[in-house]
């Protein structure tokens, strides 16, 4: 039995996310079915982590175990044929035997693209948040800092199927930076782990500091152990695009 590695790009925009969830269109499910047709059986596809309905990525991870001696370089044609066009694998390789692709990642980055000016291209309205009014964008960019480090996220978090299982919410950010390119402003923060809607709650808070309705210290209390506040607001998901993922 072989270990397969693939890194894959998709536009989520007609996906309810990553995860197979019955009777809704998803990515696993659209890998699986393109996988097990090549193998002959039902295959299961593991990625580094669920993106959520809308989100986009350059580079997700995802690994699967088959039989089949196919060359990788075979098998990366023979899925880009079978897979939707909004989804293209972009690399196949094959590895250890043990290879996981959430439980060994070693950091990932997300990327939430906010377009500013009044007018937003049509080209552009399914990849960015339009948020053409007033923001302090300085004391967004001040803001941003705050969630390097290790915090804990439980106020940026959306609950989950498994926080019945007692999982920490403490998460390391290695950097967290916002900056204005042209008409987009751009977050992006890499760390050793995400909860789910976490990043979209993060730009929410900032762009709530970028109104006034929030400041500095309104955000540090988030960070705390035990915060009560509770997660949100939120920005919508076609924004978002997992970057990459480390090993």
Same mark, same amino acid.
Request: net charge positive; proline share 6%; charged share 25%.
């Given at each position: 039995?072989?270990?397969?590695?693939?890194?894959?790009?998709?536009?989520?925009?007609?996906?309810?996310?990553?995860?197979?969830?019955?009777?809704?269109?998803?990515?696993? #499910?659209?890998?699986? =079915?393109? /996988?097990?047709?090549?193998?002959? !059986?039902?295959?299961?596809?593991?990625?580094?982590? $669920?993106? +959520?309905?809308?989100?986009?990525?350059?580079?997700?991870?995802?690994?699967?175990?088959?039989?089949?001696?196919?060359?990788?370089?075979?098998?990366?044609?023979?899925?880009?044929?079978?897979?939707?066009?909004?989804?293209?694998?972009?690399?196949?390789?094959?590895?250890?035997?043990?290879?996981?692709?959430?439980?060994?990642?070693?950091?990932?980055?997300?990327?939430? #693209?906010?377009?500013? =000016?009044? /007018?937003?291209?049509?080209?552009? !309205?399914?990849?960015?948040?339009?948020?053409?009014? $007033?923001? +302090?964008?300085?004391?967004?960019?001040?803001?941003?800092?705050?969630?390097?480090?290790?915090?804990?996220?439980?106020?940026?978090?959306?609950?989950?199927?498994?926080?019945?299982?007692?999982?920490?919410?403490?998460?390391?950010?290695?950097?967290?930076?916002?900056?204005?390119?042209?008409?987009?402003?751009?977050?992006?923060?890499?760390?050793?782990?995400?909860?789910?809607?976490?990043?979209?709650?993060? /730009?929410?808070?900032?762009?709530?500091?970028?109104?006034?309705?929030?400041?500095?210290?309104?955000?540090?209390?988030?960070?705390?152990?035990?915060?009560?506040?509770?997660?949100?607001?939120?920005?919508?998901?076609?924004?978002?695009?997992?970057?990459?993922?480390?090993?």
């Amino acid at each position: 039995m072989r270990r397969i590695k693939i890194v894959l790009s998709y536009d989520g925009t007609e996906f309810h996310g990553w995860q197979v969830q019955p009777g809704l269109r998803t990515i696993q #499910r659209e890998v699986q =079915a393109v /996988v097990s047709e090549i193998e002959g !059986r039902a295959v299961d596809v593991a990625a580094s982590g $669920r993106t +959520d309905a809308g989100v986009h990525a350059y580079g997700q991870v995802a690994a699967f175990s088959i039989a089949n001696p196919i060359p990788c370089p075979n098998l990366k044609l023979a899925m880009n044929r079978l897979l939707p066009r909004s989804v293209r694998i972009v690399s196949v390789e094959d590895a250890a035997a043990d290879f996981h692709p959430r439980f060994q990642a070693r950091a990932k980055t997300y990327r939430y #693209r906010t377009w500013r =000016a009044e /007018v937003c291209p049509p080209f552009e !309205r399914l990849y960015v948040h339009h948020h053409p009014y $007033r923001l +302090d964008e300085a004391a967004m960019m001040d803001s941003a800092a705050l969630f390097e480090g290790e915090h804990d996220f439980t106020a940026f978090a959306a609950s989950d199927d498994r926080d019945d299982l007692g999982r920490s919410m403490v998460r390391q950010m290695y950097s967290s930076r916002l900056e204005r390119q042209g008409e987009l402003l751009i977050y992006e923060v890499r760390g050793r782990g995400f909860l789910k809607h976490m990043v979209r709650n993060m /730009v929410g808070v900032l762009l709530e500091v970028g109104k006034g309705n929030f400041t500095k210290a309104d955000v540090m209390p988030r960070l705390e152990p035990g915060c009560k506040i509770p997660p949100g607001p939120s920005v919508p998901g076609r924004g978002l695009f997992l970057v990459g993922v480390e090993y």
